[in-house]
């Protein structure tokens, strides 16, 4: 077996591992890299690999750090399975939709500024294409992947969908199985179930995000937005959110319907002002079965849980006109916009509006790369530019880390050892996913408890 890691490598984007096993290819993930448009253009046109020796694909889950290369592959000429958990499949229909559109957009933004025609990655009939070659499967089903080898799906605990993958072939008379963790989530997420650790592995792939860093609980998260929303309505101000359309905004809209229900914040209109996240709650709706049965919102709308994102203060805006009205209209309200980073998207409308006013809260709950907006409000500088215009930034700055999809520190170890107890033939770790750091401090914690680590270069392989 031969490993070759050709993507969030020393990085947190782009994932792309290769196995190379009974004399064929399985690529797991397919990601896009992210980070300034002038870098990652050449680094997302090399594929991992000659695409007409790839067999097959397995994917871990569908944001676009994991998924986003997949057309492109197809584009390429790949013809092969790209199997997926069901609801990873109805959410790659959506995100690689939009992303086929920021793809065209980042092209034509290169060809003014370069003087010469960019092609874009791809576009919307490449998406169109690779749904066709998705293969969706259950969480536990066992499937051929080429032939002699199996894979099995089992709860990330990261985003609807989202999966760890083992899998599995016979060497020389011994069973062998490699698992690849995704990436984790965190116990007590909203509507996902907890992450469940992969059992008995030889061999493991570890994402790395944040082994140097713990957040807050996700309990205090939900105590801190009750605060954060009674305080600002109490002053008249709005509170604006910027968020990912697939997964947090609807992780935030069942905890506002759940202290809504409680009694623990006023009844003021919750806006969703993406059409991206409408469409993405259409495909929790569709997909309840993954939902988590142990949680008491979850069996309190055990009937139809679709209604968990249906309550009276709650509306979806269907056009940029309703948008606009819903900005003029007067008094306090919670709008949970796109884009996460601040980077596109109808929340620089609403900052445009509302920056400058002091009622309002600006509520950052993801995390905030480098040259974004986002980073310059967590900063707190006197004023931001939106649309070419410095507005000053007048507005109350909150942060939540607790809204986290991924593990911290203590919860990769607990996830690792988890992994490592179930298997008594655990060989080597190898961490993905995470940047130098965040791997380093992590390789540090794990060696001072006697566990071995590497954090494998990009391009680079190993036997075993
Ligand atoms: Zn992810
Ligand atoms: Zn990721």
Redesign the pocket.
């Known amino acids: 077996m031969r490993l070759q890691f050709q993507g969030a490598a020393r990085e947190v984007t782009g994932s792309a591992h290769l196995v190379h096993v009974n004399g064929r290819t399985i690529l797991l993930d397919c990601g896009l890299f992210q980070g300034r448009r002038s870098e990652v253009q050449e680094k997302n046109r090399r594929l991992p690999y000659a695409v007409d020796r790839i067999d097959a694909v397995v994917l871990s889950?569908a944001?676009i750090?994991?998924a986003g290369r997949l057309p492109y592959l197809v584009k390429e000429g790949f013809r092969g399975a790209i199997h997926a958990t069901t609801a990873t499949r109805d959410l790659c229909e959506v995100m690689l939709a939009d992303s086929a559109h920021i793809q065209e957009k980042d092209a034509e933004f290169l060809t003014r500024h370069r003087k010469s025609a960019v092609e874009p990655l791809y576009a919307l009939r490449d998406v169109s294409t690779m749904l066709t070659q998705m293969a969706p499967h259950r969480y536990r089903e066992r499937f051929e992947v080429v032939p002699g080898v199996h894979a099995t799906f089992s709860d990330a605990g990261?985003?609807l969908g989202?999966a760890s993958i083992v899998l599995e072939w016979e060497e020389g008379g011994r069973r062998r199985r490699l698992g690849f963790s995704g990436?984790i989530g965190r116990s007590g997420l909203p509507i996902i179930r907890d992450p469940e650790p992969l059992t008995d592995v030889d061999w493991l792939l570890m994402e790395s995000t944040y082994g140097n860093r713990d957040h807050t609980s996700v309990e205090g998260a939900r105590d801190d937005l009750a605060r954060i929303v009674t305080e600002t309505v109490a002053r008249g101000g709005r509170v604006l959110i910027p968020a990912f359309a697939v997964g947090r905004t609807q992780e935030l809209v069942y905890d506002l319907h759940q202290l809504v229900h409680e009694g623990r914040i006023p009844r003021v209109p919750i806006m969703i002002d993406s059409p991206l996240a409408t469409k993405a709650t259409d495909v929790f709706r569709d997909n309840t079965g993954d939902f988590d049965r142990g949680e008491a919102m979850v069996q309190s709308h055990a009937g139809d849980l679709s209604e968990l994102f249906e309550f009276d203060q709650l509306r979806f805006t269907p056009d940029v006109e309703h948008s606009k009205a819903l900005m003029r209209s007067n008094g306090p309200m919670i709008v949970i916009a796109a884009s996460g980073m601040v980077e596109s998207g109808r929340i620089l409308h609403h900052l445009l509006h509302s920056a400058g006013d002091p009622r309002t809260t600006i509520l950052i709950v993801g995390f905030q790369a480098e040259h974004t907006l986002g980073r310059r409000i967590v900063e707190q500088r006197e004023s931001i530019k939106v649309f070419g215009d410095e507005i000053p930034l007048r507005a109350r700055v909150e942060v939540l880390s607790g809204y986290s999809?991924h593990a911290d520190r203590t919860e990769l170890q607990a996830w690792l050892d988890a992994v490592r107890t179930s298997s008594p033939r655990f060989s080597d770790l190898f961490l993905v996913h995470g940047e130098r750091d965040a791997q380093d401090a992590f390789i540090a914690t794990l060696a001072a408890r006697g566990i071995r680590a590497a954090a494998p270069e990009p391009g680079s392989s190993v036997t075993r």
């Open positions: 889950h944001h750090d994991h990261h985003i989202s990436d999809a």
